[in-house]
């Protein structure tokens, strides 16, 4: 095809068709290799330096060896995340359409900010979010943004109900900041995520503000105890709730935290980075009744969607805060209004970023309702019959009710946990991470990734009655 400029056009061979294709390649190869290859990493951090360090080349150095040498150079140093067995803290795995997408991502290189950078990148994003409230249950009116991870989205949903707690005070924290303003409480549950802290610290809000309400033994926040302090003060108040622990899969009984909440002027914001995605299952959706009366939510796409790092998600029930709380404008920059295409830079605490939309859309294109809740079922299942099997695992006790796709679990004392845990994770049969639950070690399993089979449960619990055996 010719150009249609004005008769400059690019030399031959400016695009480096050789280089995406060996590229192509190398990923298709590291892909099949997940099968057999060791679970874990087996290079040293010296190693590593060495076989990628040295200095910075003076000159420039062709393509497709900077390509091949960092893919040799790096191999040893990866982890098979994107394998069956890895059940290390909460990670997903990448679906093909979704990796796929994410190569074309970086190809079209679009900064979808605002609608005049990427038209297309910017309505899949509205056609995406649009699908994750239905998916979801959530309301369809609610306002959302594409960010880097949960941590982003608690930022962002945070920061919306920073808004509008104080707006309800008469205090424009946008104005004003927060110095000299009214105080904030924020009611936290005992086992929340460390990343809601986090967020709220990055947003003026430090541990003297938190309230943290006790949990039952499952990690469930109480309600009671919650319903206690919401009965006090006037004072702007944020509640946050959680949809799966992060080392049980507890969730919190939102139905009860939104009763709780109604009537208060509370925000309720809920942590769903990954359960948030059992409401896609009519057989888990009950995990979760009562999560659409939230005002705002915050999950990943990176966990269990399996769509490939980064990629989180805040929706939020009120869009004039969630707004308020992220845009900005300046003379030089294109932006619609009301009526006018969707800019999400009025909803992302981000600038320039990637156009993360498009792996998402791939991903929930190519799974369908029921493919979400397949996977999310399967993985359930998958955690069911690990816990199940670790009953014939000498020593063993499961530590929690696998209510999702964590199995928590211990053996006789935190040097044996410890050293089996080592030992199947030196094997390459399988890569878990430790936890510690109430002042003694346990291992966690999480199965998170749509490439685990009945095949890959059976060399995992395989894996653990050998280290077992050897102890
Ligand atoms: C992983 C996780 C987070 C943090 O998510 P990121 O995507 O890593 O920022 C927050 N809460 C829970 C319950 C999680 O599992």
């Not at 040293?44 to 040799?72: H, I, K, N």
């Not at 962002?156 to 927060?178: I, K, N, P």
């Not at 799966?244 to 925000?267: P, R």
């Amino acid at each position: 095809m010719e150009a249609h400029t004005s008769g400059a056009s690019r030399p031959p061979g400016a695009v480096p068709a050789e280089l995406f294709v060996r590229t192509a390649e190398i990923a298709v190869k590291w892909l099949d290799s997940l099968d057999h290859r060791p679970v874990a990493a087996s290079a040293t951090l010296d190693e590593l330096r060495s076989r990628l360090g040295g200095p910075l080349p003076v000159g420039p150095v062709d393509p497709m060896m900077v390509v091949e040498d960092l893919a040799r150079a790096a191999e040893p140093g990866l982890v098979a995340m994107p394998s069956g067995r890895y059940f290390g803290f909460v990670i997903g795995g990448g679906l093909p359409a979704a990796v796929a997408a994410d190569w074309l991502t970086s190809v079209w290189d679009q900064c979808p900010g605002f609608y005049a950078c990427g038209p297309a990148a910017s309505v899949v994003e509205e056609v995406t979010g649009t699908w994750l409230a239905v998916l979801l249950g959530l309301p369809v009116e609610a306002s959302f943004a594409f960010v880097t991870g949960c941590q982003t989205a608690h930022l962002t949903g945070l920061a919306a109900a920073r808004h509008h707690v104080l707006d309800a005070v008469g205090w424009d924290v946008e104005e004003l900041g927060l110095s000299g303003s009214p105080p904030i409480r924020v009611l936290v549950g005992a086992r929340r995520h460390v990343s809601v802290d986090r967020a709220l610290r990055f947003l003026g809000i430090g541990r003297a503000s938190l309230r943290v309400v006790p949990v039952d033994g499952s990690g469930r926040i109480q309600v009671p105890r919650l319903r206690q302090e919401l009965a006090g003060t006037g004072t702007p108040t944020i509640v946050c709730a959680q949809a799966g622990e992060v080392n049980s899969g507890a969730f919190d009984d939102l139905d009860d935290v939104a009763d709780a909440v109604a009537g208060t002027g509370a925000w309720l914001h809920v942590d769903g980075a990954y359960g948030l995605w059992v409401a896609a299952s009519p057989a888990l959706r009950h995990l979760v009744r009562g999560v659409e009366r939230a005002d705002s939510w915050a999950f990943d796409a990176h966990k269990w969607l399996n769509v490939p790092y980064d990629s989180g998600l805040a929706f939020c029930a009120h869009p004039a805060s969630h707004r308020a709380a992220m845009t900005a404008t300046a003379e030089y920059l294109v932006q619609g209004g009301p009526g006018q295409p969707r800019d999400a830079m009025d909803w992302t605490p981000a600038f320039s970023r990637r156009a993360r939309g498009f792996a998402v859309y791939a991903a929930l294109r190519s799974l369908g309702q029921q493919g979400v809740a397949d996977l999310v079922e399967r993985s359930c299942a998958h955690a069911r019959t690990f816990a199940d099997g670790l009953a014939s695992v000498p020593g063993c006790a499961v530590l929690n009710e696998v209510v999702v796709n964590q199995v928590l679990f211990r053996f006789a004392d935190d040097r044996t946990t410890d050293a089996i845990l080592r030992r199947v994770v030196d094997s390459g049969e399988a890569w878990l991470s430790g936890t510690t639950v109430d002042g003694r070690r346990a291992i966690r399993l999480s199965v998170t990734n749509w490439q685990t089979s009945d095949n890959d449960i059976t060399r995992a619990l395989d894996a653990f009655r050998t280290a077992a055996a050897e102890m």
